[in-house]
């Protein structure tokens, strides 16, 4: 009679300690999750240096869209902070003719001007799945605790929207300070 009660007590325990185990694995306690993207370091040429932010986005069909925020630190001190985002091919055409609109979830509104030409310079232009923007002038306006959505205008059809977390934004924002 007892080795039966003390059989009961340790397969209560043991199915105890499967739930609690089950919990810990799916509340991340015992496998935390990653974080999304690193900021990298890459030395361009002598005394130049590219700080980078990567990340997938998706659009409102659900493709996926490269989003590399990059900060280059040039010899002369002179800084740029830019967003490139690349498409699939054949999937838009941008219209560099208009800037990335960035709107938060509190209705706030503000654009980044076109500056794809700079990817390949003067010899050829850029894919048309690809656009770059100078962020510079608007990232410090941004408030990352509150979501992002970009807007990229597209030639003869709707505009691609693709919603920026807050992390991924602070991460923009630290990359902007650092370095």
Known sequence: MMGCRIRKFFSWLLILGAIALSIGLGLGI?????????IRQLEEAPGQMVYQSRATLKDQHGSGWQAIAFKRVRPNGQTSIELRLVGFPGVAVLDRSQPLTLTNALGKTLTAPDASSAIFGEAKPPEPNVGQYDLLPVLSQLQAEVPLQLTLPIVD?????????????QEWQILAQDS
């Open 157 to 169: 059809s709707e505009p691609i929207t693709l919603s920026v977390s807050p992390s991924l934004l």
């Open 30 to 38: 015992l496998n935390p999750p990653r974080a999304e993207a690193a």
